[in-house]
């Protein structure tokens, strides 16, 4: 019997199924008892911290996913995988409670991805979820996913990169928002900022971002207020100023809020600009205090 166990060792060797038999003292003789079972199969989920090629998708499935390095040509990237509860029956609704939570997760990991708010730069975030068939099979995770886009302003296209955005943010940057100059658009009273080099004159920049707070996309002028109090405090925060009433005699301002339509999956992220409607500058107002931004008599 011994040499029988022997001669199966030597035959397992030799296929490549079994190592360091030598001894087969201990041996029991059932060939099935001493393997761990394989892992259950589990439903996909994607991984963080890797791009794709393809636009962003807001469903995204199996037979699509095709990560690629950041260090290839790429037009995506996933900074964050999140998970909703798994006793959830059915993917959220487009303004639900729950994806609104899902965009708020992901706007807090997106800036720490990029080390600083990442609307400090020309970036969208968006949420990408699983198909209703992987939402079926088991998977409850979603995806948040970084773009670098060609403007901060409406119309803005996906722009195809190469390299990481982990800490892009960091330090200065050519993706990081700062002066701009300004042009009337068709829009009455509208404005239309486009990236200029601090040194050149200029006559807008960007001051910072505002918080709105989780309530309807306003409907009336009214509801507009409270955007412009809260990046009147961001200018005064940037420039150094007093945030009182004579700062609206200062400086103007260029709001923009997120479009309806991101609103409604939870983006609450206003970016805010001053805007010299009298005047032009050659350098940042950052720290310059009141005497780099007077209050105007006229």
Do not use: I, N
């Amino acid at each position: 019997m011994r040499r029988a166990l022997s001669m199966l060792c030597a035959a397992l060797v030799t296929a490549g199924a079994l190592a360091g038999c030598g001894d087969s003292a201990g041996l029991d003789g059932d060939l099935t008892d001493d393997w761990a079972a394989p892992a259950p199969a589990g439903p996909f989920t994607p991984a963080a911290g890797v791009c794709q090629v393809a636009d962003f998708a807001e469903v995204v499935t199996l037979a699509a996913y095709a990560p690629v390095d950041c260090a290839v040509p790429h037009r995506v990237e996933a900074v964050h995988v999140g998970a909703f509860p798994a006793e959830r029956a059915a993917p959220p609704a487009g303004a639900s409670t729950e994806l609104r939570g899902a965009f708020a997760d992901c706007d807090a990991k997106a800036t720490g991805y990029v080390g600083d708010e990442w609307r400090a730069g020309r970036l969208r975030l968006a949420v990408a979820l699983p198909s209703k068939t992987g939402w079926a099979s088991g998977a409850r995770w979603y995806r948040c996913d970084l773009t670098e886009v060609s403007t901060a302003e409406a119309g803005a296209v996906t722009v195809t990169r190469t390299g990481s955005l982990r800490g892009a943010l960091k330090g200065p940057s050519p993706l990081r928002l700062g002066c701009q100059r300004s042009r009337a658009a068709k829009t009455r009273g509208a404005q239309v900022l486009e990236p200029v080099a601090c040194g050149t004159r200029h006559d807008a920049e960007f001051v910072g971002v505002w918080k709105a707070p989780d309530k309807p996309y306003p409907a009336r002028d009214a509801e507009w207020a409270p955007f412009f109090a809260g990046c009147h405090t961001a200018l005064a925060r940037y420039v150094g100023v007093p945030d009182d009433d004579a700062l609206r005699l200062r400086s103007g301002l260029v709001v923009r809020p997120p479009a309806a339509g991101r609103w409604r999956v939870g983006d609450r992220g206003v970016r805010c600009y001053l805007w010299l409607s009298d005047r032009t500058v050659t350098a940042s107002l950052r720290g310059a205090g009141p005497a780099g931004l007077p209050v105007r008599t006229r």
